[in-house]
């Protein structure tokens, strides 16, 4: 039961639910919002606004498990067309699918770094802080401020927890293989490297034409 990958999916859909309540709780997102948006709207409007949420938050709640089971669906595909390819071993859908969830469980470090950072070190935060700061990442290096907002995705994207999840899936996926974590990582550049790249793609074109 505990290495079922609907279990494991559904223990990473509360971990993040809690990591980010936590994070929202600790640092007051609310009012960071409430600050932030009181430039543009009304008292009144605001207020609506947060009743709005706050009556429709479960909905999030849901949305989480549906998001993870599908991003790590996507993903096990992916990966299965590049065993298909690449491996003299076929392997099941429901190992890699499972290989693929196990591997997302790194992104909650994710969390754990936003919070040392603000908690211990930049006690002095906007909510522009909070949302663009990604640990370990490229975009921590050059700052957001005055970036381009297609770059800022992009930029997130290139961190080293990315790069663990890499390691991760090839250490996996060699090992489902019977062959090296070489191999693994070969099958996990060649599918997922670029399914990665179209989507942070798409994220930036989007984000040209909406901004």
Known sequence: MFKSPFFLCLLLSISLIIFGETINIIFGIDALQYNSMSEKLSSQQLNHFFEFQNKWMWVSYLFIPLYIAIKTCVIAVILYIGTYFFSHEELM??????????????????????????????????????QFFYPLSALNIIGYKGLEPWYIY??????????????????????????????????????????????VSTVMFLTLNYS
Do not use: C, H, R
């Not at 693929?100 to 790194?106: D, G, L, M, R, S």
């Not at 250490?171 to 990665?196: C, H, Q, R, W």
């Open 93 to 130: 859908y429901k190992s890699l699918w499972s290989i693929v969830i196990k591997a997302e469980f790194v992104f909650l470090l994710v969390f754990i770094g936003k919070f040392i950072w603000f908690y211990f070190f930049k006690t002095s935060y906007t909510l522009e802080d909070i």
């Open 154 to 199: 992009p930029f997130q994207a290139l961190n080293l927890f990315e790069l663990a999840y890499w390691l991760i899936l090839a250490y996996f996926i060699g090992k489902e293989t019977n062959t090296n974590m070489d191999n693994g990582l070969k099958i996990v550049t060649y599918s997922y490297g670029p399914a990665l790249l179209l989507w």
